[in-house]
């Protein structure tokens, strides 16, 4: 028996993975070269027997049994050839614990295999790289709740809002990146072709789906980004409101300059 570590980093940017691969030099012999695979949404490649990087098009990346010198060295690779990130990657790891003859089950922050293969390694790198993707979402929109939070106290203790329409648009324009982003990487990933093949690896990838709680936690996000909607639809109501009554007052105003004007003219100028 051998225990496996797996680091899965979460960035910002979205990868484009058949690109990256060429400038790293993952470049497969021909067809059937077994250090790599990809598709449209990941690239995948064995540098030494059982060490393997994963690349997902979302914005992760997976590292199988990579020493930290390693993994630090190559994220530095690779985020150099992205744009500047706004803050440093978030870090997930997870144990694969490699048993000869066992069935592949989940335990509690493990998965028990009889052998670490592609297909395993794609099978677990999704869900991985799903769940610190998840992580780096739930900071952003945690920020984005934090500052609505801030208007709404303002608004609770002044009863008036002093706030740019400027920081709200941005705002609105940050909640809607993250709804995009979160459904590339959740909705847009498709079940790996291995699930539809083997019912063995299809109850795998469910359980590990369970084991770490995608669906529970992509709700848990979409429920705060539709309080931060709804919050932020009263805000925008309001300061369409206040617009308006500046707009009425400037309106009663100049009309008020205007009769002054004309009475000015006809009872004191025309003396």
């Known amino acids: 028996m051998r225990v496996v570590p797996v680091h899965a980093f979460g960035i910002a940017a979205t990868l484009r ?10 470049i497969p012999v021909d067809a059937d070269d077994a250090r790599y695979r990809m598709t449209k949404t990941f690239a995948m490649a064995r540098h030494d027997p059982g060490h393997w990087v994963v690349l997902f098009d979302f914005g992760a990346v997976v590292f199988f049994d990579c020493a930290k010198d390693e993994r630090d060295a190559f994220m530095t690779k690779l985020l150099a050839m992205l744009p500047p990130e706004p803050h440093p990657p978030l870090v997930e790891d997870y144990l694969v614990e490699v048993r000869e003859g066992a069935s592949p089950s989940v335990a509690f922050d493990r998965v028990i295999v009889p052998e670490i293969d592609p297909t395993i390694v794609e099978l677990l790198s999704v869900i991985v790289a799903q769940s610190v ?10 920020a984005i709740y934090r500052r609505v939070e801030q208007f709404t106290a303002n608004l609770a203790e002044r009863g008036s809002l002093r706030l740019p329409a400027r920081e709200v648009n941005r705002i609105v ?33 469910r359980a590990l789906r369970n084991a770490f709680e995608i669906e529970d936690r992509h ?3 979409e429920y705060k980004l539709q309080l931060i909607q709804q919050n932020l639809e009263i805000v925008v109501n309001l300061l369409q409101a206040r617009r308006g009554q500046v707009l009425e007052l400037t309106i009663i105003l100049l009309i008020a300059v205007e009769i002054g004007l004309t009475l000015l003219d006809k009872f004191v100028l025309r003396k």
Request: negative net charge.
């Open 17 to 26: 993975p058949r690109e990256l691969a060429t400038q790293l030099g993952w």
């Open 133 to 142: 993707a998840i992580d780096y979402y739930e900071e952003d929109v945690g």
């Open 173 to 205: 324009g940050n909640v809607l990146a993250v709804r995009n982003q979160i459904g590339m990487t959740l909705s847009l990933v498709d079940e790996p072709p291995a699930t539809w093949e083997r019912e063995i690896y299809d109850r795998l990838y």
């Open 219 to 221: 709700r848990a996000i």
